[in-house]
């Protein structure tokens, strides 16, 4: 059993930066991949961007040059650093592990607005 705890999300203006911290109960090197999405009212969860335990990344076109992805395996913790934030980035993020199942954080609240 993993489980996550994201954080870090808020009210930021546009053009803004906002870290989202993904914060496993289990060592981040024993999890596969660890997936970053979002889910705005009405729509169907997105996907934003993903790291493997081998440190491989990839972006959704709509966040590649503003978002990075990175991990601290000695803090056990993902992290989504989103620079140039749109207010088409508002949004509840969730982070995902897949590992000997499929886990999912509880998400937090990201709001770009003026």
């Known amino acids: 059993q993993v489980q996550l705890v994201e954080s870090g999300g808020g009210l930021v203006q546009p053009g803004g930066s906002l870290r989202l911290s993904c914060a496993a109960s289990?060592?981040?090197?024993?999890?596969?991949?660890v997936h970053w999405y979002r889910q705005t009212p009405g729509k169907q969860r997105e996907f934003v961007a993903y790291?493997?335990?081998?440190?491989?990344?990839n972006y959704a076109d709509s966040v590649r040059g503003r978002f990075t992805i990175s991990r601290d395996n000695a803090k056990n913790t993902v992290y989504l650093q989103m620079n140039s934030l749109k207010p088409e980035d508002t949004a509840v993020y969730y982070c995902?592990?897949?590992?000997?199942?499929?886990?999912w954080g509880q998400g937090t609240q990201v709001t770009v607005s003026s």
């Open positions: 790291i493997t335990s081998s440190g491989t990344t």
């Open positions: 995902r592990a897949s590992a000997s199942g499929i886990y």
């Open positions: 289990v060592s981040i090197g024993s999890i596969y991949v």
